[in-house]
T-cell receptor
Framework: KAGVTQTPRYLIKTRGQQVTLSCSPI?????VSWYQQTPGQGLQFLFE???????NKGNFPGRFSGRQFSNSRSEMNVSTLELGDSALYLC??????????????FGPGTRLTVT | GQQVMQIPQYQHVQEGEDFTTYCNSS?????IQWYKQRPGGHPVFLIQ?????EVKKQKRLTFQFGEAKKNSSLHITATQTTDVGTYFC????????FGSGTKLNVKP
């Protein structure tokens, strides 16, 4: 079974620009979660999508948004980039069904650098 | 809001020594998961604990979930250099709160 894939792997953007990151979950997984990982703040939950609906949301500003398509692929968008948005963005897929295991399979991440 | 604290932040051990990392939550957790992230890699799922007082073993790794479901621990017996990495606990359901992680370094 193919793992979680994320594109692009590396990205350099300028302050004020916007960026879209993509995540393809493991086949059959309907839940996709996004995380921001920085040395200072660790792994922070951004949001979770399940069956094309945002099911859970973290404490990030509205500049961070996402969506999920009918094939479970997900995209995350960050508008008006700030220097502090430089981070490793990880997506994780899981079955996400009630009563089932919520074990998450992480992708390799997208390393975003904002200059 | 919910917080998951993890200690210690760093642990340096000699190969063959034991290692333990602890996770504490401010609220009761429905379940707890443990992940390992190798340097330069991404978190890899190790285990999920759901029941109060649950203990699970994976070879040299022992995972415990506290009776009150507010704390958990991961113990590694006789560490090896392959155990190097950062170990994270995560609590929640759908919306996961990750601990800050314990970075383990093993000296051969």
């Amino acid at each position: 079974k193919a793992g979680v894939t994320q594109t692009p792997r590396y990205l350099i953007k300028t302050r004020g620009q916007q960026v879209t990151l993509s995540c393809s979950p493991i086949s059959g997984h309907r839940s996709v979660s996004w995380y921001q990982q920085t040395p200072g703040q660790g792994l922070q939950f951004l949001f979770e999508y399940f069956s094309e609906t945002q099911r859970n949301k973290g404490n990030f500003p509205g500049r961070f948004s996402g969506r999920q398509f009918s094939n479970s692929r997900s995209e995350m968008n960050v508008s008006t980039l700030e220097l502090g948005d430089s981070a490793l963005y990880l997506c994780a897929s899981s079955l996400g069904t009630s009563g089932g295991s919520y074990e998450q399979y992480f992708g390799p991440g997208t390393r975003l650098t904002v200059t | 809001g919910q917080q998951v604290m993890q200690i210690p932040q760093y642990q340096h051990v000699q190969e063959g020594e034991d290692f333990t990392t602890y996770c504490n939550s401010s609220t009761t957790l429905s379940n707890i998961q443990w992940y390992k992230q190798r340097p330069g890699g991404h978190p890899v799922f190790l285990i999920q604990l759901v029941k109060s007082g649950e203990v699970k073993k994976q070879k040299r790794l022992t995972f415990q979930f506290g009776e009150a479901k507010k704390n958990s621990s991961l113990h590694i017996t006789a560490t090896q250099t392959t155990d190097v990495g950062t170990y994270f606990c995560a609590g929640g359901l759908g919306k996961f709160y990750f601990g800050s992680g314990t970075k383990l370094n093993v000296k051969p």
